[in-house]
């Protein structure tokens, strides 16, 4: 939904909406309590000010009549807290634990102090192969293209992050971790390290590139690493 769209940032991702709306309704549900309980909370210092009343009552709370106050709102912020777990858990699932059925692009990301690198598929469509394509601190993609990224570390934890694409991921040194994006608008976006991964972690800022079909073919064909001959 648009109106939880807060930030001026692009949704450029197809799952960012739902994304967003999940931190909507956090704000919503969080902000309709903060803004009930502000008020109730500075009319009671106000009230029960020293010069109002200069001897402190302790009181246990535990009587029905007074611990009401306590058990009834708790159980409203439960149920809210349900609703807010039924959405998040869904969207995880839809983001982050499912991957878009096979075969789809897949494209390398591999974090290091202080740097990315990234390999993509070359003409071929497949990673692996004589014409990879990489490159340091520059994704290219295709718009409206489901893409499969395999996330690894060369050293300490990093995290992979593409705000645009309301997307993030650790990058763990060991694992390849996989995931998925599909980008909807052409144009350049930030990729930023989203762990303090040492004392460059502020100089690695990177970019994804994303490109229609006839330039990212283009981009493709360019960079594209000449067949080798084979010397005899
Ligand atoms: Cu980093």
Same mark, same amino acid.
């Given at each position: 939904?648009?109106?939880?769209?807060?930030?001026?940032?692009?949704?450029?991702?197809?799952?960012?909406?739902?994304?967003?709306?999940?931190?909507?309704?956090?704000?919503?549900?969080?902000?309709?309590?903060?803004?009930?309980?502000?008020? #109730?909370?500075?009319?009671?210092?106000?009230?029960?000010?020293?010069?109002?009343?200069?001897?402190?009552?302790?009181?246990? =709370?535990?009587?029905?009549?007074?611990?009401?106050?306590?058990?009834?709102?708790?159980?409203? #912020? @439960?149920?809210?807290?349900?609703?807010?777990? #039924?959405? =998040?858990?869904?969207?995880?699932?839809?983001?982050? @634990?499912?991957?878009?059925?096979?075969?789809?692009?897949?494209?390398? #990301?591999?974090?290091?102090?202080?740097?990315?690198?990234?390999?993509?598929? =070359?003409?071929?469509?497949?990673?692996?192969?004589?014409?990879?394509?990489?490159?340091?601190?520059?994704?290219?993609?295709?718009?409206?293209?489901?893409?499969?990224?395999? @996330?690894?570390?060369?050293?300490?934890?990093?995290?992979?992050?593409?705000?645009?694409?309301?997307?993030?991921?650790?990058?763990?040194?060991?694992?390849?971790?996989?995931?998925?994006?599909?980008?909807?608008?052409?144009?350049?976006?930030?990729?930023?390290?989203?762990?303090?991964? =040492?004392?460059?972690?502020?100089?690695?800022?990177?970019?994804?590139?994303?490109?229609?079909?006839?330039?990212?073919?283009?981009?493709?064909?360019?960079?594209?690493?000449?067949?080798?001959?084979?010397?005899?």
């Amino acid at each position: 939904m648009d109106i939880f769209n807060f930030t001026r940032l692009p949704a450029l991702s197809s799952f960012a909406d739902n994304i967003d709306n999940v931190i909507g309704w956090v704000t919503v549900l969080v902000g309709f309590w903060f803004i009930l309980s502000e008020p #109730v909370f500075f009319y009671f210092i106000f009230k029960y000010r020293k010069q109002n009343s200069p001897k402190a009552a302790y009181i246990t =709370g535990e009587e029905p009549e007074l611990h009401k106050w306590i058990s009834r709102p708790h159980a409203a #912020v @439960l149920v809210f807290d349900v609703f807010i777990v #039924v959405i =998040g858990v869904k969207v995880w699932n839809d983001v982050k @634990l499912s991957l878009p059925p096979e075969p789809l692009p897949h494209v390398r #990301v591999v974090a290091q102090q202080w740097a990315w690198s990234f390999v993509h598929p =070359g003409p071929d469509g497949q990673l692996d192969t004589a014409d990879d394509i990489k490159t340091v601190d520059d994704l290219h993609i295709q718009a409206n293209q489901k893409y499969v990224w395999e @996330l690894e570390s060369r050293d300490v934890l990093h995290s992979f992050s593409i705000p645009a694409m309301r997307m993030k991921q650790d990058a763990v040194p060991g694992r390849v971790i996989k995931g998925w994006f599909d980008a909807n608008a052409a144009g350049v976006y930030e990729i930023q390290c989203a762990e303090i991964c =040492g004392i460059g972690h502020g100089l690695m800022p990177a970019k994804v590139h994303v490109e229609d079909a006839a330039a990212h073919t283009a981009w493709m064909q360019t960079n594209a690493p000449a067949p080798r001959i084979a010397a005899n």
